[in-house]
């Protein structure tokens, strides 16, 4: 069995049913200060609302939606391993010179995978249980994994405020989530 | 101004001021269900409860969260222009190596942006404002878009289905999500 098979529908269902209503909201949300309606909710443009765009990580633990009150209509969330920029290239562009967002708002967690491990012990692991024909495709495979936390922020931040393709009146920030108390600390 | 400097810090601290109570949790959270104390919450394992990885559209109106009841520890959330699997393959060789994830739900929606356009309309975009120098780093990026929502859904499947660095005993399903009503609807 799978979580898609059994535990989906029934989630999904509770969703619906409260679909653009205030019991599906959160505190400080755009959709419970306006009160939307099934409609409301429905017709969202496709725009984000905010102008805003995420690149965090995709750490279970964290929650870009509830953690920095932007919910549904309001900002793209572009989540990978570490929430690394770069990787998220091609998305912000696609956000930025189609979908109008002109901020970027770069969240990096404490207790991070990407902090315990090599590209290497990570190519080591899946060799063992591939065929060696594929052994080149896994080592040109990049982690992005990194020793730091607050450089890793820093860096990205400084990546895409440098990047000739991410346009520059762009405002970019990086914030620390902390996965032990919920917090957005602001690192640059 | 921006929304981290105006809106973020207020929105956080009712996060962090709910972390780990029933109040910040939604219908079917596994959250609510056992009802965690802020020390709960915060001491969650870093590997996905529920062993799952969603790939899904960075989309302002998709709350992977939410629509899928896979909420804070469950499982980890990769999300990209157009939610594609190719571009999520790094993340999910960590999510599964490292981190024991064994099951994928791919999630692309109706009224997608990447059916919208061309590539080659997303360069030209970007040229008239950037100097030549850059034009060849525009010209080999790939926007991945997509002109049938159904196909995109059951293409990324079988690439996940099919790829030799994922593991040969994962669960991949597709769900197209209907920004109209919330319903994840089953593709594959």
Redesign the interface.
């Known amino acids: 069995m799978?979580?898609?098979?059994e535990?989906?529908p029934?989630?999904?269902k509770?969703?619906?049913a409260?679909?653009g209503s205030k019991a599906?909201c959160?505190?400080?949300s755009r959709l419970k200060c306006i009160e939307l309606t099934?409609d409301q909710?429905?017709?969202?443009p496709?725009?984000?609302?905010?102008?805003?765009?995420i690149v965090g990580c995709?750490?279970?633990?964290?929650?870009?939606?509830?953690?920095?009150?932007?919910?549904?209509?309001?900002?793209?969330?572009?989540?990978?391993?570490g929430g690394r920029a770069a990787?998220?290239?091609?998305?912000l562009?696609?956000?930025q010179?189609?979908?109008g967002t002109r901020?970027i708002?770069v969240i990096h967690h404490t207790?991070c995978?990407?902090l315990?491990?090599k590209s290497e012990r990570?190519h080591d692991?899946?060799k063992k249980?591939?065929?060696p024909a594929?052994y080149p495709?896994?080592e040109q495979?990049?982690?992005?994994e990194f020793g730091d936390l607050d450089k890793s922020i820093t860096d990205d931040v400084a990546f895409l405020k440098a990047h000739?393709?991410i346009?520059k009146e762009t405002?970019v920030?990086g914030?620390k989530y902390h996965?032990?108390?919920?917090?957005?600390e602001?690192v640059v």
């Open positions: 799978s979580y898609a098979a535990s989906l029934a989630a999904n509770a969703y619906q409260n679909f599906s959160e505190p400080f099934q909710q429905g017709s969202l496709l725009p984000p609302g905010k102008k805003v765009a995709m750490d279970a633990r964290l929650d870009t939606s509830a953690a920095t009150g932007l919910h549904e209509g309001d900002s793209h969330h572009i989540r990978n391993a990787e998220a290239l091609r998305s562009v696609i956000s010179e189609l979908l901020e708002i207790d995978g990407m315990t491990f990570l692991l899946i249980r591939v065929d594929h495709a896994i495979l990049a982690a992005l000739p393709l346009l405002v920030s914030y996965v032990e108390t919920g917090e957005l602001k």
